[in-house]
């Protein structure tokens, strides 16, 4: 950059406000995951999962509260447990597999493109804003990829 110019071109900002996260009502809802990443806060070196996820019905990008997953602090450790359990339900359901002890990266690949069925409640984050926290994992949702050779698809996965 310079002279305070961005020379990569202009930013689309109409197209930046349409596609935003949004906080939908408590309930179920169908998702894409679209991506993942952990994302490690260097004041309290805690860990947390970070998804990116679509409403399949709506095509609207939902605000979801990162995963906690792990702390160095013994208090944390109940919180990082369940986070760790909501991870494990979601891997079940898009591999149909109970999961063992994975490298992040594999559990990003796992989960990257694959739709779920999950239920969601607002919550308030740290700085009050609203956003959806991931309740439970209620079902598998078939992906191309699942649907028998005659175009039929098979019984979704309850989990």
């Not at 961005?6 to 939908?24: H, K, L, N, Q, V």
């Not at 609207?60 to 369940?82: K, M, T, Y």
């Amino acid at each position: 950059m310079s002279g305070g110019t961005d020379e990569r071109g202009p930013i689309d900002f109409g197209a930046a406000r349409a596609d935003r996260r949004t906080a939908f009502e408590d309930g179920v809802s169908t998702v894409r995951i679209e991506g993942a990443k952990l994302v490690r806060s260097r004041r309290k070196r805690t860990v947390s999962l970070v998804l990116e996820v679509r409403d399949i019905e709506s095509d609207l990008r939902i605000a979801l509260q990162p995963i906690f997953v792990s702390s160095p602090v013994n208090d944390w450790e109940g919180l990082a447990q369940q986070g760790q359990a909501k991870i494990a339900d979601l891997l079940e359901a898009v591999t149909g597999e109970a999961p063992g002890k994975l490298k992040p990266q594999q559990v990003i690949e796992k989960l990257t493109g694959k739709t779920v069925t999950i239920e969601i409640r607002i919550v308030n984050d740290n700085n009050g804003n609203e956003v959806n926290q991931l309740v439970r994992v209620v079902e598998a949702a078939l992906d191309s990829e699942s649907k028998a050779p005659d175009g039929d698809s098979d019984d979704e996965a309850r989990i």
